[in-house]
């Protein structure tokens, strides 16, 4: 059917067919709005795009910086009114910003001689000094200035925006600038800085090298020294089997640029620094996936990198390196329990004071004799925690985890060096923690119940109590709202330590004495407040200010929850209206969905990040994102296992039931307008969705999905849907594969789908997306297909074009409305003026 901007009568006449003349005169009407069709609202769409919400929310949590010589804490919040710098004294129940802007600007305009004011301070790396008496920081300027490294001084990127550095002093409120200062470059990421400061350690070539604290200090200021002095500890890297990073990721020119620079080891150290520990991976036998990029610079660009499917047999053989660094020799372990197993080496957690320290070192989980790690089995039902005597090399296996799905393990918690361990499991259906002794003898369980523990935030060692956050235990809560307990080593004494029906995160100083505690929903603003380890409220610190929010007609979301297709599990969810909605109106409904079974796509704190729900919902839609079975691993190991062995169509049913339940509670969803989209794992459900229940569904716009899941990479699709170990009688083992994919449903498709993919994703290969294009085709049927060029997985710089592009496809197929893309220009829709010397889009 031949498409124009305006409705029109044809009148075939005339016309001769078979030698006969057309007797009868035959009208044919185009199905194409009226001018009193309905119309997407795009203009409150784009009052909330993201360049925009930039300018009407600005701070909405506490990021504390804990000080190391006391319990205190500063943090910088930004509000419409500017930032402030802000310093918490818990114990005092103080909280006082640190300097007075206006008096600051002041002073920092006479030196700098640029203007400044109190709410335009543009202070950059502010470090306390180690007394914590004093501060500095940094002022960028206006004044052009040429880069002290810069050989040839007349080319285009041999100046620089001159550097004022400034000492602060508290006590006095004095401001000082230190003269002749030359901004240091950041700390090079290649260099895994020992904990005593003596070497570094990286990788060039693919082999490792040392260089001296002297040397390194060198490099940090110019990295193009050619007195610095290095030593090479390894010779037989090559690439894919390399020591540290090969550079996997950089395309063909890339390799030839960076083959022989400085890259990073990732090795661990010992805490006494005489050792260091390393993962490496011989992936030379894996086979090579390929994205070629049509718009880089001069000829297109090839990436070449190792990518193992699921199922395959060239699988990357994992092994840990332990060196002698005094001796500077080192030794293969033998790790080896599973045909082609995975390993990980732990590493120590670093201390919440350390945040601002740039060369904190990377320190192996365990102590100066023995290091923790974990060995998984390929089919990853068996895990087993180990430890590594550094004297002896032995390899002791300590804790194992054995399930028929998945095993999932977290990082353990040594008590005192290793001589106790807390271990979280999942073995009894629930994720919780257990008592173990060195040897890896089960003293206890610590937590137990039919709720889900997250992760560990403190161990406090003398009074043997363990300070972790949980979900699901609070009655008349949504159980994934997120709180903070405390619990002793021997089970008892479990207490809830902030209180309220809201999803909290916090932070805990490193002494165990105080926390900061920020909370909110979706539906309320963000709020801070510091307390104490018992769980008394100690001080309010923030509540976000969301007033040039609402003042652009903002309207919280509403939680809700329905019953799943089973008509048993409880599922949770969002519903987004639009600003403007009219109860009395009929709405069509877009579900925005990720299956999980990693997450679930359903926000539970207040969230700046609007583009698939809110600002979606100001089109004209009803947009909800609910949970599914199978999907969030935060309830109990049932529910996150659902889909085991089904990784296609195990969460549409659930997705179907949500929506037929709240359109049977409100009149304003219209059921028979039903959208659905999503990115990713959302791209793949929100196409299978269309193809399982193509009378249901009406339109998706599924991005950057992995539609045929036996392409994509084997940990995640093995891991959650499931691969069969087989052993022959010979002893030999081999993997079986085996799953349903969306382009074998391409003959099922009734409505409107639009898929899209970047060019150069090497996460979820294009070819996901093409292959289902393939089947779509041979199947004749119609779809609309669009490539975002040069972009990954995210979409990046096109993220916005990609929304658009989205918004269009559902306005002409769920509204109806076949004008508005045509007329409303997509980068006319997020351009943005500002009176700042020339127009910026």
Known sequence: MYVMKKRYLFSLVACLLSGYAVAQTRTITLNEPTSDAPKANYSLAARFSPNKLKKMVYSTTVDPHWLKLSNRFWYVYETPNGKSWIMVDPAKRTKKQIFNNAELAAEITRIVRDPFDAEHLPIENLKFAKDEKSLSFEIKSTVDEIKPDRKDKKAADSLQKKVFYFNYDIATSKVTEVPNYTKPKAKPDWGSVAPDSSA??????????????????????????????????????????????????????EVLKKDKKRRRAYVLWSPDARYFVMNRQDSRKVKDLWVLNNTAAGRPTLETYKYQMPGEKEAPIDEILLFNFAAKTYKKLNVAAFKDQSVSLWQAPSLVKDRDNEFRPSIWLGNNSKIYFSRTSRDLKRVDICTIDINSEKVSPLIDERFNTYVEINRPGLVKDGQEIIHWSE???????????????????????????????????????????????????????????????????????????????????????????????????????????????????????????????????????????????????????????????????????????????????????????????????????VGNRGGNPARSKWYHTFGYGNLRDYGLADKKAAVEQLAARHNFIDASRVGITGHSGGGFMSTAAMLVYPDFFKAAVSKAGNHDNSIYNRWWSEKHHGVKEVIDSKGDTTFTYSIDKNPELAANLKGHLMIMTGDIDNNVHPANTIRLANELMKAGKRFEFVILPGQRHAFGDLTEYAFWKLADHFNRYLIGDFEGPDKVDIVEIDREKERNGKNKK
């Not at 260089?211 to 020294?225: F, G, I, Q, S, W």
């Open 200 to 253: 570094v350690i990286f990788t060039r070539n693919y082999n490792l090298y040392w260089m001296d604290k002297t040397n390194y200090l060198k490099a940090v200021k110019n990295e193009e020294d050619s007195t610095i002095v290095e030593h090479q500890l390894t010779k037989d890297g090559v690439k894919f089997y390399a020591y540290g990073n090969d550079g996997d990721g950089e395309n063909n020119e």
């Open 427 to 625: 073995r009894d259906g629930w994720a919780h923690f257990y008592l173990f002794d060195a040897n890896g003898k089960l003293k206890n369980q610590i937590t137990k119940g039919a709720f889900h523990c997250e992760s560990i935030v403190n161990i406090d060692e003398k009074n043997r109590v363990l300070y972790f956050t949980a979900n699901g235990r609070e009655a008349g809560e949504d159980p994934y709202y997120q709180h903070l307990y405390r619990v002793n080593f021997d089970g008892s004494g479990m207490k809830l330590l902030n209180p309220g029906n809201f999803d909290h995160a916090v932070s805990m100083n490193d002494e165990a004495k105080y926390f900061v505690n920020n909370f909110s929903r979706v539906n309320t603003a963000p709020k801070a407040m510091v307390m104490d380890s018992k769980g008394n409220p100690v001080m309010n610190l923030e509540t976000a200010d969301l007033s040039l929010l609402m003042a652009a007609g903002y309207k919280f979301p509403e939680p809700f929850k329905v019953k799943a297709d089973d008509g048993v599990t409880d599922i949770y969810g969002v519903m987004y209206k639009p600003f403007d909605f009219d109860p009395n109106k009929k709405y069509p409904i877009i579900e925005y969905v990720y299956p999980g079974p990693q997450t679930e796509a359903v926000n539970k704190a207040f969230t700046k990040s609007m583009d698939n729900t809110d600002r979606l919902a100001q089109l004209g839609y009803i947009v909800v994102s």
